[in-house]
């Protein structure tokens, strides 16, 4: 079957997603041969994570690229394997390298376990929903990767990280609504990708005022992650609220 223009789009994200890990692993494996201590070297990490973001870019424009120009038959198996990859394996596979720099023990491969599981129950879930619905239904796998590589980045005590990553866990297989990015929206988070590369490209060539940059950037993405679901029931309530409501009849039913 041929592909099409769309489809490799999505295999860029799948290998995006695989250098990753690659990258992460290289880099793991390095710094216990070496007999490192403690976290590792961040412009290894920066460079997994810029690859991540890449990976998410690709997702965003994917689907938009195969409704304008047309998809091929396997266009959704692949999108469904390329996010597991990218968005399920990859940032579990931060998690998990994560907890054993830190010495974590169990906790830290639990939570990325259940990152995984989240992403494989997300896609399943989203395949069968319809294709119209406006919003999404939990949080996509893209920005739950990107919010568990930025609780990682923070680098929080183990007890409070392995929380943080389950509760993003939750958030993706929750029926909380999301809005779709469509029209600006998209572009804006294209933006936000593009910037969030500066930030890491910035922290990994150790500028200035790179970390600041670096946690500023994290807690802004932690925030917003939040913050959109209440302010989307903000709205619907205040819509709710403001339609006029229909009089109600007289008692005692229509006049003889």
Same mark, same amino acid.
């Given at each position: 079957?041929?592909?099409?223009?769309?489809?490799?789009?999505?295999?860029?994200?799948?290998?995006?997603?695989?250098?990753?890990?690659?990258?992460?692993?290289?880099?793991?494996?390095?710094?216990?041969? &070496?007999?490192?201590? /403690?976290?590792?070297?961040?412009?290894?990490? *920066? +460079? !997994?994570? #810029? @690859? =991540?973001? %890449?990976?998410?870019?690709?997702?965003?424009?994917?689907?938009?690229?195969?409704?304008?120009?047309?998809?091929?038959?396997?266009?959704?198996?692949?999108?469904?394997?390329?996010?597991?990859?990218?968005?399920?394996?990859?940032?579990?596979?931060?998690?998990?390298?994560? &907890?054993?720099?830190? /010495?974590?023990?169990?906790?830290?491969?639990? *939570? +990325? !376990?259940? #990152? @995984? =599981?989240? %992403?494989?129950?997300?896609?399943?879930?989203?395949?069968?929903?319809?294709?119209?619905?406006?919003?999404?239904?939990?949080?996509?796998?893209p920005f739950g990767a990107m919010a568990v590589i930025t609780v990682v980045l923070l680098d929080p005590p183990v007890l409070l990280g392995s929380a943080a990553v389950v509760a993003v866990a939750w958030l993706m297989v929750s029926r909380i609504e999301y809005p779709k990015p469509r029209g600006r929206m998209a572009y804006a988070v294209l933006v936000w990708i593009a910037g969030s590369v500066a930030c890491l490209t910035a922290w990994a060539m150790d500028a200035p005022a790179g970390t600041a940059l670096l946690y500023s950037g994290s807690s802004l993405v932690l925030v917003l992650l939040a913050a959109v679901p209440v302010y989307l029931l903000t709205t619907r309530r205040h819509a709710r609220l403001s339609v006029p409501q229909s009089p109600l009849p007289p008692p005692g039913g229509p006049a003889d």
């Amino acid at each position: 079957m041929r592909l099409a223009v769309a489809d490799y789009l999505t295999l860029g994200n799948a290998l995006c997603g695989f250098m990753a890990v690659w990258q992460l692993a290289a880099a793991q494996s390095a710094h216990l041969a &070496g007999g490192g201590t /403690g976290p590792l070297d961040r412009g290894a990490v *920066a +460079a !997994a994570v #810029v @690859l =991540l973001l %890449v990976a998410a870019g690709f997702d965003l424009f994917d689907g938009r690229v195969a409704r304008r120009l047309g998809g091929s038959g396997m266009g959704a198996e692949l999108d469904n394997l390329a996010d597991v990859i990218s968005f399920g394996f990859a940032p579990a596979f931060f998690v998990v390298a994560w &907890g054993t720099l830190g /010495g974590g023990g169990a906790l830290p491969v639990a *939570a +990325a !376990a259940a #990152v @995984l =599981l989240a %992403v494989v129950v997300r896609l399943a879930r989203f395949s069968c929903q319809s294709p119209g619905c406006g919003n999404f239904t939990g949080l996509p796998s893209p920005f739950g990767a990107m919010a568990v590589i930025t609780v990682v980045l923070l680098d929080p005590p183990v007890l409070l990280g392995s929380a943080a990553v389950v509760a993003v866990a939750w958030l993706m297989v929750s029926r909380i609504e999301y809005p779709k990015p469509r029209g600006r929206m998209a572009y804006a988070v294209l933006v936000w990708i593009a910037g969030s590369v500066a930030c890491l490209t910035a922290w990994a060539m150790d500028a200035p005022a790179g970390t600041a940059l670096l946690y500023s950037g994290s807690s802004l993405v932690l925030v917003l992650l939040a913050a959109v679901p209440v302010y989307l029931l903000t709205t619907r309530r205040h819509a709710r609220l403001s339609v006029p409501q229909s009089p109600l009849p007289p008692p005692g039913g229509p006049a003889d």
